[in-house]
């Protein structure tokens, strides 16, 4: 069974884990620091950041939502193979799969459905049963989480983080909605226009609370 290597070692690397043994693939869950290792839950492989050879050839993802620490280790290993880790039950529109084939580092979790013309950035989760509609950007380093639905026309920069449940009204074609950099919407709020950079947004309507 090919192996792959997957930095973290709380909750979300485990459910990470479980995208790789779904699609055939033996996880090796790589610690920071032996207290992590020590944490871990389960009967797992598991491998201290510092153990990992030089020349390896293991190839990489990361099981760490979030996305600041996830960029960091990004860019520590740039230079190495890091693959798609997407779960056999998503499912993607005309053409989206190869689009979605092109980038590195991405987490699809069970039930997410794309349809097409989706640009996705390097290193998005798109968390359990999420939905993305037509015409869509997401930048590099976004994640949305379980049950997020957004809407066609929509681009969320990069560093955003989309709660568990949120809906995006959708953009238009000449005009998307823009959900600007690093900012986070609440759980269950529903975004009806676009929101600034750096900033939260809870609600239905979804308003700036900070
Ligand atoms: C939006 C969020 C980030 C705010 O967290 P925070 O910065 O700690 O802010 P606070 O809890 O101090 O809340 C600030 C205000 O927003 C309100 N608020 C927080 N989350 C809200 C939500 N999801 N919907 C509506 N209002 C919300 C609070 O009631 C508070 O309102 P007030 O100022 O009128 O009292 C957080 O509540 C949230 O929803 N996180 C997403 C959780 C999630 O989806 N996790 C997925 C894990 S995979």
């Not at 960029?71 to 190869?98: C, D, M, V, W």
């Not at 015409?135 to 379980?146: E, G, H, M, R, T």
Request: glycine letters at 10%; aromatic letters at 6%; proline letters at 3%.
């Amino acid at each position: 069974m090919n192996k792959v290597g997957i930095f973290g070692c709380a909750g979300f690397a485990r459910e990470c884990a479980d995208i790789a043994y779904a699609m055939g693939l033996h996880p090796i869950l790589i610690a920071y620091e032996a207290n992590e290792k020590a944490a871990l839950k389960g009967d797992y492989d598991c491998l201290l950041e510092s153990e990992l050879p030089a020349n390896h050839t293991l190839p990489l993802a990361i099981g760490i939502g979030d996305n600041g620490v996830r960029q960091k280790i990004a860019e520590r290993y740039f230079e190495q193979e890091f693959i798609n880790l997407i779960h056999p039950s998503a499912t993607f529109g005309y053409q989206q799969k190869n689009a979605v084939d092109q980038k590195r580092g991405l987490i699809i979790a069970a039930g997410v459905r794309l349809t097409n013309q989706i640009a996705l950035g390097d290193f998005c989760i798109l968390n359990l049963n999420a939905t993305i509609g037509h015409d869509c950007i997401l930048d590099a380093f976004v994640n949305v989480a379980p049950g997020a639905n957004i809407s066609g026309n929509v681009h969320i920069q990069s560093g955003c983080w989309i709660g568990t449940n949120a809906a995006i009204n959708q953009g238009s074609e000449s005009a998307k909605l823009i959900i600007g950099e690093n900012t986070i919407v609440g759980s269950g709020s529903v975004v009806t226009k676009p929101c600034d950079s750096n900033a939260v947004y809870a609600g239905v309507p979804a308003v700036r609370k900070k």
